[in-house]
């Protein structure tokens, strides 16, 4: 994919600033304004403020004159960030359009299974690309014969390429230069380098079968555990897929900032066995014998990469810091909420909102009142202030916009899905990034490749 980070993408940024190779737009009018040029740079460096750190190092001001922008940079920039801040910035939306359509063939081409309707999607939709580009940039000019290197060809190989050997992520380069990185290592003799590298290359096939075989690999794995205990956190039995971190504030929470947590409780259990409807009363309490704690941090821990949440109201930030609050949760909602004397019909829906707070509640004796009969029983609930998402999207890319913050829900951790990144659009406007889904996977299965090289 180097064919699209490192050409493609630069060159399509060097014809937008007037700076590639001498030539003017000519008949076309896709140049943008230094100014707003420089509005874009700055706006960029300044999202990697909003972006939580998970998703990457921070974008540079791509403005800047001899800024350095790695193909992972350009790659972000290209999926996430250039399709918010490029929005109403060429003088005419055609230009705009057409990169559009670009981030999507791209997205496509990156997820980690592609089906037959989205390969044909590719192949038609990179002929009509490559057109249109002719008619943009080229011009049907042969003095403008620079705006089509082979790089622009080459866009109509990826779908038989993706049909003849699979996936992008199987093959591109950026797993196969990191492990460049891992073996070079192992030349320890300058006079024969590449014995050392073979040896090397068959003592990891070697440990890898003893691995499969044995099916000893966490005994042989040489990398520290990732998921064993670690002081200062907290994990439940009850919740196998988050852990707990500082800060922590032991001090039990007044009871006069509950509410959203009684009333959330209530939906929780209902009824009790007996036909008995729980009340707020039943719910209030029971919380007074309840030991409930709030805790700053969550860490998922279902996978190697789980995001790290932070709750917003607990704890400090330093300047430098990045926002990592705003998460993806999903809730049923009664579709018949509004109308009397109609059963309820839930759905789930997908919201997304900023974590405030992390409750950690444990009943230590049993509670019938809310059919708790065990000893000890154990619940962890966000208090999540959501976003009010606007109508407006961006037609293909699955990018959402907010203005504003509603009301708080407070719901059980194991609803919320992943962290999420924004990026400010002006106006008092933010654009949602969600990395999860096709694309998260295909990232996650090349860093475990990576992670298990790294074994040896």
């Given at each position: ?26 008949r ?9 040029w420089d ?10 403020s ?7 190092a ?6 800047s ?6 193909a ?16 109403g ?15 999507r ?7 980690f299974?592609?089906t ?11 002929i009509?690309?490559?057109e ?9 000019d042969?003095q ?15 779908a ?10 199987c093959?591109?380069?950026f ?9 070079q ?5 300058r ?8 040896r ?8 890898t ?17 990732r ?24 001090q ?11 009333g959330?409780?209530?939906t ?10 729980v009340t707020?009363a ?11 704690e ?16 932070r709750a917003?109201?607990?704890?400090s ?33 997908t919201?997304?909102?900023?974590l405030?707070?992390?409750y ?13 009969f ?17 109508t407006?999207t961006?037609p ?10 509603g009301?708080?829900?407070v ?19 933010w ?7 096709t694309?998260?996977r ?15």
């Amino acid at each position: 994919m180097h064919l699209i980070w490192e050409n493609l993408i630069k060159n399509l940024l060097k014809l937008w600033t007037g700076d590639f190779k001498g030539m003017d737009s000519g008949r076309e009018d896709y140049e943008l304004e230094k100014s707003v040029w420089d509005s874009i740079g700055e706006a960029t460096a300044a999202s990697g403020s909003t972006i939580p750190s998970a998703y990457g190092a921070r974008v540079p001001n791509v403005a800047s004159d001899g800024v350095y922008l790695t193909a992972d940079m350009l790659s972000f920039w290209t999926t996430y960030i250039g399709p918010n801040l490029l929005r109403g910035r060429f003088k005419h939306v055609r230009y705009y359009n057409h990169f559009i359509r670009l981030v999507r063939l791209l997205n496509i081409c990156l997820q980690f299974e592609i089906t037959s309707d989205e390969l044909d999607e590719v192949h038609a939709g990179f002929i009509s690309w490559v057109e249109d580009y002719e008619r943009f940039y080229y011009q049907y000019d042969a003095q403008r014969l620079p705006t089509c290197p082979v790089t622009i060809h080459a866009l109509l190989h990826i779908a038989p390429s993706i049909k003849g050997t699979g996936p992008v992520w199987c093959y591109w380069a950026f797993p196969m230069e990191r492990y460049c990185g891992k073996i070079q290592p192992a030349i320890q003799n300058r006079r024969f380098p590449y014995a050392c590298l073979a040896r090397h290359v068959l003592e990891d096939a070697r440990l890898t079968q003893i691995k499969s075989i044995y099916n000893v690999a966490e005994t042989l794995s040489l990398c520290p555990p990732r998921l064993g205990s670690i002081p200062g956190t907290f994990t439940d039995p009850s919740y196998p897929t988050c852990r707990l971190h500082p800060p922590r504030n032991p001090q039990r929470p007044d009871d006069s900032t509950l509410t959203l947590l009684v009333g959330a409780m209530v939906t929780r259990f209902n009824e009790n066995n007996d036909g008995t409807v729980v009340t707020p009363a039943i719910v209030r309490e029971c919380l007074k014998e309840a030991d409930i704690e709030e805790w700053g941090k969550i860490h998922r821990i279902d996978s190697d990469v789980g995001d790290r949440i932070r709750a917003s109201e607990l704890g400090s930030t330093r300047d430098d810091s990045r926002d990592a609050s705003f998460v993806r949760y999903e809730m049923y909602v009664d579709q018949n909420a509004t109308l009397h004397n109609v059963d309820p019909e839930y759905e789930l829906e997908t919201f997304y909102g900023q974590l405030l707070r992390v409750y950690l509640i444990r009943f230590c004796h049993p509670c019938p009142e809310l059919n708790l009969f065990a000893s000890t029983t154990t619940f962890i609930m966000a208090s999540i202030k959501t976003c009010k998402i606007l109508t407006e999207t961006i037609p293909g890319l699955d990018i959402h916009f907010y203005s504003s913050l509603g009301k708080t829900d407070v719901i059980d951790i194991t609803s919320v899905q992943c962290l999420v990144g924004r990026i400010a659009c002006g106006r008092n406007k933010w654009a949602l990034i969600d990395r999860s889904g096709t694309l998260a996977r295909a990232q996650r299965d090349v860093k475990q490749a990576d992670e298990n090289e790294h074994d040896v």
